[in-house]
């Protein structure tokens, strides 16, 4: 099983700066990278897959990089409704999908 | 508009069976793989299931290897888990999600909001 780990597990932003979080896997994983964002009392919402493609509907504030086992979410202007909590997500093995522990975004 | 539906939690003792539905509309259910992933309260996701399109192929975390069953009636539009040998450790938000492929894809691209299990 890929274990994939996040950093970091809390990040204190001001509104209309720059986030950034990581997430690296065990092993490679190629591009077969997503992100995801949740906010309390709701159900996740696709934000990134393919290392770097954005979902339908998603600003073009999120941008996704990285391949083989290092990858990184931005954000590049913090708006109020993006802090939430936001999860990696390999899929390197269909068969075999591992979620990273999570980064919660959290206003300074 | 697409909406998944979940139902069929509720509070279960260690050891006993329950089984999970996700109804779907709004779709073409056929054409997509479908997928369970749960949520412990107040922790993060973890994949539980995979099924694709035509039930061909099926996949499971490790730590319900054995134990869970996932199944699907694309003439019902219907997704299933079936939860067998149910553990304290399971106790989590069963959430159904549709895949944006119908195999070998992996996107979540629509989620359910859930249907709740306790087992104690």
């Known amino acids: 099983e890929i274990v994939m780990t996040q950093s970091p597990a809390t990040l204190s932003e001001s509104p209309g700066e720059r986030a950034t979080l990581s997430c690296r896997a065990s092993q490679s994983v190629s591009s077969n990278l997503a992100w995801y964002q949740q906010k309390p009392g709701q159900a996740p919402r696709l934000l990134i897959y393919g290392a770097s493609t954005r979902a339908t509907g998603i600003p073009d504030r999120f941008s996704g990089s990285g391949s083989g086992t290092e990858f990184t979410l931005t954000i590049s202007s913090l708006q109020s409704e993006d802090f939430a909590v936001y999860y990696c997500?390999?899929?390197?093995?269909?068969?075999?999908?591992?979620f990273g522990q999570g980064t919660r975004l959290e206003i300074k | 508009e697409v909406q998944l539906v979940e139902s069929g939690g509720g509070l279960v003792q260690p050891g006993r069976s329950l089984r999970l539905s996700c109804a779907a509309s709004g779709f073409t259910f056929d054409d997509y793989a479908m997928h369970w992933v749960r949520q412990a309260p107040g922790k993060g996701l973890e994949w539980v299931s995979g099924i694709s399109w035509n039930s061909g192929s099926r996949g499971y975390a490790d730590s319900v290897k054995g134990r869970f069953t996932i199944s699907r009636d694309n003439a019902k539009n219907s997704l299933y888990l079936q939860m067998n040998s149910l553990r304290a450790e399971d106790t989590a938000l069963y959430y159904c999600?549709?895949?944006?492929?119908?195999?070998?894809?992996?996107?979540?691209?629509?989620w359910g909001q859930g249907t709740l299990v306790t087992v104690s």
């Open positions: 997500k390999q899929y390197n093995n269909w068969l075999s999908i591992t």
């Open positions: 999600a549709k895949d944006s492929g119908s195999y070998k894809v992996a996107n979540f691209d629509y």
